[in-house]
């Protein structure tokens, strides 16, 4: 079976939206969107959060249908009332979130979806799977449990079930979120590959140098609305400065100045951290002293990992997703035993403490998984900022719930943090992931706080907020706060931290200072060279 | 799974459209009783192709159930059980426990009561005598889910084989001990000694409605209350809508897990005492009320709202007294109580799948 379907090489797009309409309660989140997804060729989708692209590729997907407007598929008109339908239709998707069954493993979960009657072949699908595999060029093990791969690897695989089927249309939404620089840079030659065997790609990014990388044609959504498109042929005379010009001003409107969220869009990536006031000579806060973990299976233990971090000092650590960074990041938080060595903090020992006997001296975790772990989707978000006080005062008296002082306290956070959200009372997995890592961060900032440990505190987030959890960083170190983070796109580290590890294979292969030419040495280490 | 349609929009600071309150509330309302409506009338259908008159039938399970002051004695004692098993359930369930094994916890801490309170009687004041005994019938059932309890929150087996096969080895235990070591030798059928009737629980006023249902009605508001607002309660719903999030918010997943079991199934054999001391005084080798099934529909159907179960026991309570004697008069058939619940669930799937389509389209 090819990649893609035999292609009619027509001249109707091969997908094409004509006004769209979509109504939400109290929000136009598609209004009358008209847009053609051509044949080879990647179209990049562009926009905020609540621009309305996610419901656009809901629609697409068949996971919503619209209130009016078209969808056409070489030039007919269809209806999408299912994601079945879509996939009948050619059309694969990619979700920003991950929907794949944690308990099968890899190759159980592509052969799902097949007939019920017929046997699901094994050598086929294997051999399927090989194919596409090697056309990514990602290496997963078919035999390997789905939940204990890493996120990015669970990623790879939702790209190979979207290319399963073969494929008129393939749609990604914010692929590369999750991917270190070479792993985008592969992503691009794929879709490449793909486009070139006349698939249509719908590509959905927050970042505008993978836009101009990779797009053969650019769209910006606002509002719900197409502001405005750069067609093939203009892009391909463009610079890369003008592309991004252009599309900040589509973006923000004609007044954004490259100040405030344009600014951070403009020069992403060229920031450094100006190193702040650490004092070196002070003894170290939080200390990581030769920490191992057992390893469940298929998943990457952490070995012999050291490290220190100062007060107010940010500690980056880098590494390709699947390193073991996960794990290092439970284990520091108490969410996971202590094999060998000694984790401490102001001098106290916190192997034998758990999460709350841990919290209590001071230690915070974000964690990346913002609905998997960090909060209950079914409960408010009243709730969920004090997930992890429930029992203690002043919201709790003598084991009883003080709701007044409950919902109290969230208003309060939501002004403070600028939560947008309906109420305190909604269900929190009804917020945008923006939001939710907004209640994060107001849950586990507080002034006890002595040690903060960030897991990919940007992922998934477009660039207003993108810009808010790094402020919120950079101020919560700056009150003295020791604060590793953890994340897998050097821009962010290089501006966030004052010295960046690497992690390969649960062990810190070396720690660099965050100086000119910090980039270069990282990615030595992250390559497998060993040094410092 | 989907995605929430929601999921990527922001919400502005203008105030949504809400519609008024009082649709919502009818709209609850509604899917509660909307399901009871419709498995009435599909049980009518079904007495009809049986040759009855199924108006008769139902007014006659009413007054004989309801409305006559005997039945209503009958209906509100029936209750008591009822209501401590709902209790059980609603905290097993609203902590993401399937407590499927409370006909097992129920019946062998009925049968340890039955054989223990004719001993304790003899040289104990009454009083002391139901404490012990109702401390007793908890204890043996919270015992019973140990294994289910530990399995859960050490190797993650799932609770619902567990608990239903401690349940059928309850039983089967339960039946052991009456025959062999609880056996009472002065009768002739196999039976626990027997309760005088002026030892067993203190009547309310002039009826024959022992003291039991107000424990149980106590039970179940008490259940209600710590479930919404207290720590404790919030700390089970946090562990059973996302464990993983409990862990991550440090709770003690094992521990909690444990007071689960125990609760549910402490309060389960609780009933079993209160049966036993409230209403037979002994246990008979063929007795097996099996409310537990009958419970966990109705808890499902009041959505694990500790006030809302109280309503439905009434009403399945009502069933089966008036189901029992309207068996004995009209000849329908006192397993016809079993069919209604049964349609009962049909309804309430079918219901629930409606509203969620309503929903959905409202929010799509």
Sequence with gaps: MPLSAPVDRGSEPAVAVESIVKHFPGVVANDRISLDFNRGEIHVLLGENGAGKSTLIGILAGMQEPDSGTLRVDGRAVRIASPRESLNLGIGTVFQHVLLVRSLTVLENLMLGGPWWRRAERAAALARFREISETLGVEIDPDAELGRLSLGQQQQVEIIRALWHGGRVLILDEPTSMLTPAGVHELGQVMRRLRDQGVAIIFITHKLKEAYEFGDRISVLRLGRVVGEIPKERLAGMSEAEVTDEIIRLMFGPTATATGDAGALAHEGERRRRNAAVDRSVEPLFAVRDVSTAALPGETAVREVTFDVRPGEVFGIAGVDGNGQKALAEVLAGQRPVASGRITLGGEELNRLGVAARRRLGMRYITDERLGEGTVGTHSVATNLLVKEIGLPPFWWRGLTRWAQVREHARDKIATHDIRTPSEQTPIARLSGGNIQKVLLAREASSEARVVIFNKPTYGLDLHNTRLARERILKSAASGIATVVISTELDELTELCDRIGVMSQGRLRGIVDNAEGAEMRLGLLMTGADAA | ?364
Aim: aromatic share 8%; with cysteine; charged share 15%.
């Design chain 2, 1 to 364: 799974m989907t995605i929430d349609a929601e999921g990527e929009l922001t919400v502005g600071t203008e105030p949504d459209r809400r519609r008024p309150a009082w649709r919502d509330a009818l709209a609850a309302t509604l899917r509660v009783l909307l399901p009871v409506l419709l498995a009435l009338l599909a049980g009518a259908l079904i007495i009809l192709a049986l040759g009855k008159d199924p108006l008769t039938y139902y007014a006659y399970v009413v007054r004989r159930g309801l409305l006559s002051p005997t039945g209503l004695e009958a209906t509100v004692t029936r209750m008591a059980p009822l209501l401590l098993i709902a209790a059980g359930l609603i905290v097993a369930f609203r902590a993401g426990i399937w407590n499927l094994g409370v006909d097992g916890q129920f019946l062998l801490a009925a049968v340890v009561v039955a054989a223990l309170a004719p001993e304790l009687i003899v040289f104990l004041p009454r009083w002391l005598t139901v404490l012990l005994c109702f401390a007793a019938g908890a204890l043996v059932g919270a015992v019973w889910s140990l294994i289910p309890a530990f399995l859960k929150a050490r190797h993650g087996v799932n609770e619902i084989i567990t608990t239903l096969m401690m349940s059928f080895l309850g039983i089967s235990l339960a039946n052991v001990l009456i025959k062999i070591p609880f056996n009472d030798p002065t009768t002739t059928v196999p039976q626990t000694a027997t309760l005088p009737v002026e030892d067993r629980l203190p009547r309310l006023f002039d009826t024959t409605v022992h003291s039991g249902v107000l424990l149980a009605l106590v039970a179940v508001i008490l259940v209600h209350l710590m479930m919404t607002r207290t720590a404790f309660g919030l700390k089970l719903q946090v562990v059973g809508a996302n464990p993983r999030a409990a862990l991550h918010a440090g709770l003690n997943i094992t521990g909690l897990t444990f007071a689960t079991f125990a609760l549910s199934a402490g309060l389960t054999g609780l009933g079993g005492a209160v049966e036993i001391l409230g209403v037979w005084g002994t246990v008979r080798a063929d007795w097996n009320p099996a409310y537990g099934l009958l419970v966990i529909p109705l808890v499902f159907l009041a959505r694990f709202h500790g006030v809302a179960v109280i309503g439905f026991v009434l009403f399945f309570a009502v069933l089966m007294i008036g189901g029992e004697s309207a068996a004995r008069r009209l000849d329908v058939p006192h397993f016809f109580v079993l069919v209604l619940v049964a349609l009962l669930l049909v309804f309430l799937a079918l219901v629930e799948y409606l509203d969620h389509r309503r929903r959905k389209s409202r929010i799509d």
